[in-house]
């Protein structure tokens, strides 16, 4: 999904859950909501209030300018694919290291201690960040607003994307 000018905002409301042996089913009722008059703010981040569409709840969701979000965006994706792509170094070092034979008393230190860490960094962390970039929107902090009119994080029966 190109980051643009425009927002959307996916809404998810829980309709039932199901329990039985063991098992939980969870079912909501998605919706995307998204108009041509959703435009990200110039400058800075902005409050946007909204309604989730199937139980009418009040909401508001900080939604980031497009300079902003475009920069978090590309920033995610290229630590992750830095991050992937020192797997191409760190992973047959370690490979190759790690089948040689070490002396016994020998004193240096072993550069396995070193690899192992970096090559599970790679392989954790390199796919997090660039699926986070690929999925990022610039859009969060979605907040309940209660009846007196404070915000609240804790929305129990709804998610958000």
Excluded at 126 to 146: D, I, N
Aim: charged share 20%; glycine share 8%.
């Amino acid at each position: 999904m190109p980051l643009d000018h425009r927002y959307a905002l996916t809404v998810g409301c829980r309709v039932s859950v199901e329990r039985s042996a063991g098992l939980t089913m969870v079912n909501w009722n998605v919706a995307t909501l998204a108009s041509p008059e959703m435009r990200r703010p110039p400058e800075k981040d902005a409050s946007v209030a909204f309604e989730c569409p199937r139980c009418g709840k009040p909401f508001v969701a900080t939604v980031e300018s497009e300079s902003k979000a475009r920069r978090k965006r590309g920033a995610y994706l290229t630590i992750g694919l830095l991050l992937l792509l020192s797997l191409l170094v760190t992973l047959p070092m370690a490979f190759h290291i790690g089948g040689q034979v070490r002396e016994e008393n020998d004193p240096s230190t072993n550069p396995m201690v070193v690899l192992v860490p970096l090559v599970a960094v790679g392989v954790i962390a390199g796919p997090t960040f660039f699926m986070a970039g690929r999925r990022y929107a610039g859009v969060k902090k979605y907040r309940l607003v209660l009846p007196n009119g404070k915000l609240t994080a804790l929305v129990q029966g709804h998610r958000f994307d």
